[in-house]
C-alpha cells in the first residue's frame, strides 16, 4: 500500500509470506505476489528487513514474487535497482505492477530483466494499450516476461484480455477477494475429504450394526 508506514510495509509484506507459507505447507505451490513501493526498496534497511523475511520463510524459490507499484523517483532510481538485483540473489521474482507501456518501464523491463508486467483493466478501458506495445513486450529480449491482466470487473476487460492474448487474468469476474479466514475454510475442507478418503469410516451392516 502507498500510504503505508515502513511498520506497515514490513507487516503486510510478512502477511503476504504467511499465506504463501500456509499454501504451500498444505501441498500447494501457489506463487504470491506481494506489492511494495519501488521508494522503500531504495532503502538499505527495507532491503535487509525483507531478506530475513523470505529467508526465515524457507519458501521454494519462485514462489515469492515482489510486485513494484509504481517507478522511483530519478534520484532514487539506483538505489532501488540495486535493491531489486540483492531480492534476486535470493530468488525473488520481479514484477511491475500498473504496466502503461512508457518508454522509462521498457528500460526497467529490458535492463533488470523482469519476470512480469500487469495491466490495469480498469485503466485500460480509459485508455488502451497500442496493439505493437505487446509485440514489443513479446520480443526475444523480453521473452522471459509473462503478461498479466489485473482488476477485471466486466466481461468486457475478459473480452480484451483474450484479445491482448494475456498469459494470467485475475480480478473480481474471475474470483471475488479471499479473506483470510474464507481462505482457511476452504483448505480445510478439502484436506478433511482428503482424510475422509483415505481413511474411510467403517459402515454399518445390513442389521444396523457396525
Known sequence: ETGATDTQLLRLFMEGLDSVTYWYRGGRMIPGILPFPAHALASSEHIDALSDLILNSRLPVGLVTLGIQSLPEPHLENACKEGVLRLRRL??????????????????????????????????????????????????????????????TLVKDLSSASVMQVDHCYGGLMMPALSRHQ???????????????????????PNGDK
Not at 105 to 121: A, C, D, K, R
Not at 185 to 191: A, G, M, R, V, W
Request: proline residues 6%.
Open 91 to 152: 530468488g525473488v521474482l520481479i514484477h511491475l505492477l500498473q504496466f502503461s507501456g512508457s518508454a522509462s518501464q521498457l528500460q526497467w523491463l529490458e535492463e533488470l530483466q523482469l519476470e512480469g508486467v500487469h495491466i490495469n483493466m480498469a485503466q485500460f478501458r480509459q485508455c488502451p494499450l497500442p496493439e505493437t506495445l505487446l509485440s514489443q513486450v513479446r520480443q526475444s529480449k523480453l521473452a522471459r516476461v509473462q503478461i498479466y491482466a489485473s482488476n477485471l
Open 183 to 205: 481462505m482457511l475454510q476452504i483448505n480445510d475442507s478439502q484436506i478433511a475429504k482428503a482424510i475422509f478418503s483415505l481413511h474411510p469410516h467403517p459402515q454399518p451392516n
